[in-house]
């Protein structure tokens, strides 16, 4: 098995490519311990001292680190994918993930048809881009004309992140939605 490894735009977390569908569905973001108990893959990363963050993609594990160094820890870390997958373990223990902050998007309904665009934007032209850095972006909620948005894998804490909001998301919004004032980070 041939892993390989990509930097992303945040220094703190590198993208590992074991070339094989990792998530089926979806992205699960497992920013502590507690969350990646559902995962025997994240308990077993998170068990390498360093090792802060782990983010499941589809074709991809992002990890986030502290302090330690990537000359340290990225070894251990293609260790213990390797392992995994000879290991023969379900990635998750249940089917279902649990996402560590389920809380219920919000906005009025009368901003249904604005919040159905936002979302169609976001998965069309956002969340491929965002993907490809070893991240992902989920819609949270929209008032009075602000897009609130969850950034996770390398997008959680990355310095470029704002720049990404503002510059990139925020124009695109509001190019086709005049109804969008400004987008923010949750």
């Known amino acids: 098995m041939f892993i390989q490894t990509e930097a992303t735009?945040?220094?703190?977390?590198?993208?590992?490519?074991?070339?094989?569908?990792?998530?089926?569905?979806?992205?699960?973001?497992?920013?502590?311990?507690?969350?990646?108990?559902q995962s025997p893959l994240a308990?077993?990363?998170?068990?390498?001292?360093?090792?802060?963050?782990v983010f499941f993609g589809n074709d991809f594990i992002t990890v986030t680190k502290g302090t330690a160094e990537w000359q340290h820890l990225k070894p251990a870390i293609l260790g213990a994918i390797m392992e995994h997958y000879m290991s023969g373990l379900p990635l998750l223990r249940n089917e279902t993930p649990i996402a560590p902050d389920s809380d219920d998007e919000f906005f009025d309904p009368a901003d249904a048809e604005t919040v159905d665009t936002i979302k169609e934007l976001l998965e069309t032209r956002v969340r491929p881009a965002v993907a490809a850095d070893g991240g992902d972006i989920t819609f949270r909620?929209?008032?009075?004309?602000?897009?609130?948005?969850?950034?996770q894998g390398s997008?959680?804490?990355?310095p470029s992140s704002t720049a990404t909001l503002k510059h990139g998301i925020q124009n695109l919004m509001r190019h086709f939605l005049p109804d969008v004032r400004e987008v923010q980070s949750v």
């Open 9 to 37: 735009p945040n220094p703190a977390t590198l993208k590992f490519l074991p070339g094989r569908t990792v998530l089926e569905d979806g992205t699960l973001h497992m920013p502590n311990v507690d969350a990646a108990r």
């Open 43 to 53: 308990e077993k990363l998170f068990g390498i001292e360093g090792v802060a963050g």
């Open 141 to 151: 909620g929209f008032k009075d004309g602000i897009v609130y948005l969850n950034m």
């Open 155 to 158: 997008c959680a804490g990355c």
